[in-house]
């Protein structure tokens, strides 16, 4: 099961000394939740000096293998060993002592505190009376010169922008000499130009020793970073390549297990307007997350596709057209009536489908049932409802037919949703919003973390609704998704948003640029 | 030690956890048992036969479970809906000071008439009590656990100012305590000459009521899923705070006739002691029931005989019944970890 490609070496191992030499081995991992296998005999070495990715659909296994890894979870077969050494399992404390340090998706910082600290935080030993920070610092402004992380050891994590962050997280597995680093999905939060900017970070990594696992699924990004790519399909390796090797459709096969072929998208000429926001600002704390007086028209038969870094009032605007924000100044047209009340019932009542942001925390109810889930926005309905009492039946058999319309892989309409993979989820949040035939469909997010089968399917799905004359709001951080999908393209900055361009006005440089616009000024 | 999330198991599985988590009292306790210097067994054996040895024992028995049924519903709802309802004790007093206002006379109507009215009446009273502290919480945030049980103390220190002043038994050589109710406003005893009443039969009807209401209706629904996810049912478009209200009421009044079945059925007057702490033993009673309203039934009787049995245990063995504190309170904790092995399952390592 040794499959690691002795030939070929990585265009990348640039100086850096022997590259050949295997830092991390892992042999054999299989990892079983109940009946799913989430990792099935996977192996494979990470050399010095190179960059793996980690590439793999939703429930693929990824996560799962690098919490193994990492010592989150304990393996049910199979070994790793990092430096020639075994590593002891299900201890976090071993895979960092072994110099394997991870950045997480969602950040471990503590906002209150600074660089310094957070950095020092957990290295010190306890019962010391105070920290001593300096020599924290000095070594911090060592490996931030060394690797071109550029941040004020002295600034507090609140005041720092997300792609800072990142750095202090990279800064902090490096501080404990970490020799390999895991990075998950690190680019999800970032700019372009903030991606541009880690990846050079990366090549300073892997020139000076280090050893990156990166995980994505934005084949892009993979390309142009790794060394070798790892295919992880179902929980089994279902493919190894040199990158420079490989291209773009093969990988996205080998993913998925079938050719995928992006959408057509027939140019469509937009119709009425079908909502309309008119300088529309909302309250509520931090000046990225509030709306600044925004007009926005969506079209039927539209999709508007709207970009931006994640954090600069996206997440308001989405509340705004769900109906759980509320604006405090500004007003709401929806299909030439102005709306007086403004919550989630009336948005849902005014035939607005709305697929949620986070589909744990908001768009399901973990604990109870996939029948129980799909009839939360229409339970009161004559459909379901009767003098009071539900219709089980009716639920149940609505369950069913999104499962079968939908393409959903779940055990029955009485499983727990929570027990459904992230993909599968999405598919039936898909099926109740669209179910009743919205005219106008707020899509948030509709594809994060998911695999690319499920992404063209959802795609396939908004794109029907398009068609059928929905007027549709796409919010995306993946701006290939956006620019793929939209037939207009605004930018949000800082509660702001730019005018719109049509499909193909304006390059993938120039949204960028349009994404930081206001974050220079806030930054110096 | 780490915990992952498993499939629900089967109901016949299911119900294997609380069986298992009152052996594993039963054998935690036995230590103590020892340490007093009597033998496990016998005690056991001895508070059983005091709980369910004799017509007797087991008529007390079901008599001491009314009220807790009633309690025990009255929380099973609320922290369905994560209300976290800690004063059914004042809810309770509350149904008893109504059920004595209308019960002594005010109300000249006939007893199938006049019982439902009290008990009605008694409801409300509770209802409205929950409903201030569920509208601090959905106005402003106020964390309904303080208000709820702080509220116990207030509704005490007002049912013995009652007591001593307008609802005192003129009768009462000084006593504080009420008039007792008049024979029409007071709840037949099933067995005649034994003290188990009908408020027995209004608890089971209330557990069934209650299931039906959480399991078949549009409110169990909406309450299910405010509790379970408070942010996800707003976003479907479910009014959490309205829900929470009803949910308010709904326990409440559950509460309250306690208080009503406890005065009707079985005191005949309001007194200061009218409740041991039925209030608080509720809490203990809905989580054992898995907050299942048919299993709050069970779990009100499991409580209420290790409560009977252990006084007559204490009376032969010696060791003091406050070893039924001991057992409900470990039965509680055990309970706990097993709702939760049933739910997850533990890897070491």
């Not at chain 1, 799913?36 to 494979?44: C, E, H, R």
């Not at chain 1, 209150?112 to 300096?134: S, Y």
């Not at chain 1, 680019?187 to 990166?214: C, D, N, Q, R, W």
Request: one cysteine or more.
């Amino acid at each position: 099961m040794q499959t690691h490609p002795a030939a070929s070496p990585p265009p990348s191992a640039q100086g850096g000394g022997s590259a050949r030499e295997p830092v991390l081995r892992l042999s054999g991992i299989t990892k079983r939740f109940g009946p799913l296998v989430a990792n099935d005999a996977i192996s494979f070495e990470l050399m010095r000096g190179e960059v793996i990715a980690l590439l793999g659909e939703n429930g693929a296994g990824k996560t799962t293998l690098m919490n193994i890894l990492f010592g989150h979870y304990v393996a049910d077969e199979g070994t790793v060993e990092a430096f020639g050494a075994p590593l002891r399992p299900g201890d976090p404390k071993a895979a960092l002592e072994a110099g394997i340090g991870m950045v997480h998706q969602h950040f471990t910082l503590a906002d209150n505190m600074t660089v310094v600290e957070n950095i020092a935080l957990g290295t010190e030993p306890l019962w010391r009376p105070r920290f001593e920070l300096g020599a924290a610092r000095a070594r911090i402004r060592a490996l931030s010169a060394d690797f071109g992380l550029f941040v004020d050891p002295d600034s507090t994590i609140a005041a720092l922008t997300v792609g800072e962050r990142q750095r202090v997280e990279i800064l902090k597995a490096l501080y404990r000499d970490a020799r390999i680093l895991i990075l998950d999905e690190p680019t999800a939060v970032l700019t372009p130009g903030e991606t541009e900017a880690l990846f050079g970070t990366l090549k300073l990594l892997v020139a000076k020793g280090l050893s990156i696992i990166f995980i994505s699924h934005k084949l892009a990004e993979v390309m142009a970073v790794s060394d070798r790519v790892l295919v992880l399909r179902a929980g089994r390796l279902a493919g190894e390549r040199v990158t420079a090797a490989s291209g773009r459709a093969e990988l996205a096969a080998l993913m998925v297990g079938q050719e995928v072929v992006s959408p057509p998208v027939a140019p469509l000429r937009g119709g009425a307007p079908l909502l309309v926001l008119r300088e529309v600002s909302t309250g509520g704390r931090g000046t990225g997350a509030r709306l600044d007086r925004v007009t926005l028209t969506l079209r039927a038969g539209e999709i508007t596709g709207l970009a931006g870094v994640s954090g600069n009032g996206q997440s308001a605007l989405a509340g705004v057209v769900a109906g759980t924000e509320i604006p405090t100044t500004g007003e709401i047209e929806i299909a030439g009536r102005v709306v007086s009340v403004w919550s989630p019932r009336a948005a849902l009542d005014l035939g607005i489908g709305r697929i949620p942001e986070d589909r744990h925390a908001v768009g399901t109810i973990g604990d109870m049932s996939v029948a129980e889930n799909v009839i939360s926005e229409q339970y009161r309905s004559p459909r379901f409802a009767r003098h009071g009492l539900l219709d089980w039946a009716a639920a149940r058999a609505f369950a069913e037919e999104i499962i079968r319309d939908y393409d959903v892989k779940c055990p029955s309409p009485d499983a727990r949703i929570r027990l459904l993979s992230g993909g599968n989820m999405q598919k039936l949040i898909l099926g109740r919003a669209l179910d009743p035939e919205p005219r106008i469909i707020l899509a948030n997010q509709p594809t994060r973390g998911l695999d690319v089968g499920a992404v063209s399917y959802v795609h396939r799905r908004l794109l029907e609704a398009r068609e059928r004359g929905a007027a549709i709001l796409l919010i995306s951080e993946d701006l290939e998704e956006i620019m793929a999908l939209s037939d207009r393209i605004v930018v949000m900055s800082r509660g702001r948003l730019s005018g719109a361009s049509a499909r193909g006005e304006r390059t993938i440089a120039q949204l960028g640029e349009l994404m930081a616009g206001h974050q220079g000024e806030a930054a110096a | 030690m780490r915990l992952e999330p498993k499939p629900a198991p089967p109901l016949a599985i299911l119900l294997l956890y609380p069986l298992g988590a009152i052996v594993a009292t039963l054998v935690f306790v036995s230590f103590l048992v020892l340490a007093a210097g009597a033998s496990p067994f016998s005690v056991i054996w001895l508070v059983a036969r005091g709980a369910a040895g004799s017509q007797f024992a087991a008529l007390e028995t079901l008599t001491r479970a009314t009220p807790l049924i009633f309690t025990g519903l009255a929380v099973a709802v609320a922290f369905r809906a994560k209300l976290w309802n800690i004063g059914a004790e004042a809810q309770l007093y509350a149904g008893g000071i109504v059920t004595v206002v209308l019960g002594t006379g005010a109300l000249p109507l006939p007893q199938p008439v006049l019982l439902p009215v009290i008990a009605i009446a008694a409801m409300a009273a509770g209802a409205l009590l929950l409903l201030g502290p569920a509208l601090l919480k959905t106005r402003f945030g106020v964390d309904e656990v303080v208000t709820t049980l702080l509220l116990n103390f207030v509704v005490l220190l007002f049912v013995s100012m009652l007591l001593e002043g307008p609802l005192k038994d003129p009768t009462g050589l000084g006593w504080p305590q009420s008039s007792k109710v008049v024979a029409d406003a007071q709840l037949p005893r099933i067995v005649t000459g034994k003290r188990l009443h009908y408020g027995f039969v209004l608890a089971l009807a209330a557990a069934v009521a209650t299931w039906v209401v959480m399991k078949k209706t549009v409110l169990g629904y909406e309450m299910r899923a405010v509790g379970h996810n408070p942010q996800a049912a707003r976003f479907a478009g479910i009014p959490v705070d309205t829900v929470l209200l009803k949910t308010a009421l709904l326990s409440g009044g559950l509460a309250a006739l306690a208080g009503f079945s406890e005065v009707a059925g079985l005191k005949g007057n309001l007194t200061l002691d009218l409740s041991p702490g039925y209030g608080y033993s509720g809490i203990v009673v809905a989580m054992l029931a898995m907050l299942n309203p048919l299993g709050v039934v069970a779990a009100a009787i499991f409580v209420a005989g290790i409560f009977v049995g252990a006084d007559a245990m204490s009376r032969s063995a010696g060791v003091p019944s406050y070893i039924a504190d001991v057992v409900v309170a470990t039965a509680l904790l055990t309970m706990v970890t097993a709702i939760l092995l049933s739910r997850y399952r533990v890897r070491w390592r």
